[in-house]
């Protein structure tokens, strides 16, 4: 029996099974799950399943399982690197359903959630409890697509990443079995550690539909601050003396000189100069904080910053934060009926500066517009690249991209640091990580889906198998 | 053939490979590597290999493969929970020569160093760079073993455990394949993270050969205090209070009124009584230190902490840390001729206060001799339980042990915070766990080690392996 014909025999299962308010087949469902936020294409499931439970995701991995039809969970659709676009004759599984807030001990900083909770719903819920959860990419991502792709943002500096802000996962398995891991407390050394592998595995190894979450206390005061430079280079080596000094600053955001212009346009930032640029944030107890602004101020001057500019009040500072997040959709503004597709390479911090020095002449040399931000105090950047919106000028930017990474990778690197591979970085990976851990990932992979049902194609670059 | 003729049969190709210099069948060496720091019996093996680099890892991993021969690795031997003891006819591969330091990155605070040095050694090299490493398990351990073991110590509350502080590994698979992992960037969002896998694996999955570790700015000024209590409770709420407030402590220890007894008869703290008490340590800036201290003497003193004690000086200081660390020491000498035994619990904070009492009741009732003492910021803590060297003395410890476990995996706890499973926690690890989560461990297991030749018996207990 082919993929397509198992595919269409469990449909009608499917909606035996969980009803018809939980099935759809309809066109329009259909075609809203054929892509992400990604340049890589799109192709329709057979079906879309909103799943309401973690049983409604095991019933329906059991059916997939038995008939050895693809799976490919989604959340918000947010993905920037195609992993939510269906492989061949797939379903797609909705967890947008899958919104409750299960538990908040708010004594020991933790909460339980569903996989389909995004982050802003879950810190509005949080607002009265002095709590929230750091970790905030550009999206209005899921938790549960969070964790697939071992997503960060701009809070990373000083709270980390997903990896470091997950205590504990329920997963449902290829088979349809439920398993936890982790669990509430802050560490433990028993047992192998299943929720970092589960962490970043882009829903190729099980499905996750619960997260027991890190929080965080509300810092007593946050302080934001612009500086501007005349030089990239000066830029880069303030944010990383600040991280050098151990200075636990809350963001240090770098936009280039490109990327300003267009938020200058873009967000009315008229009081600022369309040159290289640093967006910091300081949150803690008052001292601590006039502390840290007052070392980083001396760092930034050392390096031929101009004067700061503070956002002393609460609205000031969102507004800055504002700008700084709709930073592609500033460059998307000045670029009518054009494609913008971002990069994600990260380096060790002191090699930024070369690295960007590099890719400016890239970016140079290619003709094409494209802005430079990031995250610097991880190495982390983006570059926004516009092209025309065609099979064209898509391999343009491709082209582009290409170069970037393999300038990112010969510095030790890597291809991204918090987009993860989907369909986007594939032939990235075998560069990164050499053959021998990629054939020891695929022997994880046939381990815990020896019929590569669990959103098959993403992640994983084809090839041998460790074999012990 | 047997197992026992394999591995004799492989002594002398070894003697031919590496030379007689790294392969001891020598009794006394062989006895030094039969047994960690731990009760858990020992084991002689068959021979000792000492290995000077990762060539010499796969070499000795490729016969033992083709033979099929066990392999245990072997570090500073300072396992409390039987890690290191050979399983039957095996070889111990000791990387106690592995000591070089491959690379310091100081601008991007990182290092890169061969498995066998100690953290103790690191420190020492890296004290005119302003860096350190800050995990500190109590014995001199190899930072290979800290890995193997997920260890962390006094200074987690702040700057996390081995989980958070190491960036890549390289590992020598069962078959003696060499694979890197991780690597220098701080964050990736690239293949399933295979890092956090072998943290923790206890030489069950692969044989880590060189680690690249995250380093940290020695702050610019530490302080540490101590204060003490006439009531658990409150001493454990200040430590909650501390850690909900958010203040970055960098050490909070509990050490209970027999502890702090036998601490002040063994490292002279006579300025001190015999009650609960919480060492403290601060640091940073100077601002931020003194911020940081009047918020925890508020909080110690609002929850009836009597004044507190500081140690102004390094030297002071370090009498403190050394009084600490020398707990173990402390009880032991008060026990001439009897055996030691520590216990590992976490549980999360606000059941902290819950668990020492009960935990207190079961002391009571066996009629034992035990301290209590630990990394209360964590919620981890050890009960230090002293009875007559024999099997029944052990036995004795080993039931209280048990109700001590039970009552933390009641409360969503676990048997190790940072000692590890090795064979002493076997049994409690399907409880803790659930069968589900062990099905894919072993998994795992059987993916990376088919013929189960590395360190066999220890982490896992037998079970059902899940099969997709």
Redesign the interface.
Known sequence: MSALTNTSSIISQLLELLGADKVSTNTSVCDAHSHGEAYHGANMPEAVIFAESTQDVSAVLKLCHAHRVPVVAFGAGTSVEGHVTPPAHSISLDLSRMVDILEV??????CRVQAGITRQALNTFLRDTGLFFPVDPGGEATLGGMCA????GTA?VRY??M??NVLGLTVV???G?????G????????????T??F???EGT?GIITEVQLRL??V?EQISAAVCQFDRLDDAVTTA?EI??????IARVELLDDVQMEACIAFSSLTEFQPLTTLFFEFA?????V???IA?TESIALDNNGRSFSWADTQDERNRLWKARHNAYWAIKAKSTGKQVIST?C?????LLTDLITGVRQDIEQSGLYAAILGHVG???FHTLIVTEDTQEGYQQALDLDRKIVARALAL??????????GLG?LE??ET???S???S??R?????????NILNPGK??PAGPV???
Chains 1, 2 share one sequence.
């Open positions: 001990n708010s004594p020991d900083l933790d792709t071992r997503a960060s990373a980390g990443t990896k470091e398995m290829a088979n079995e439920v398993i936890q891991t669990g509430r407390v802050r560490k433990s050394s028993t047992g192998y550690d299943l970092s592998l962490i970043g595995s190894l965080h206390g810092p990383t991280i050098q000094m151990g200075i636990p803690g107890a008052p001292a601590a006039s502390e840290q070392l994600d990260i380096v060790p911090i002191s991880d190495g982390n030790g690197g890597s291809c991204s640091g918090e987009h993860g591979v970085k990235f990976l990164e990580h050499g021998g851990a990629l020891v990932m022997a994880v992979k046939a381990a815990f889906d020896p019929h992640l994983l460790f074999e012990g």
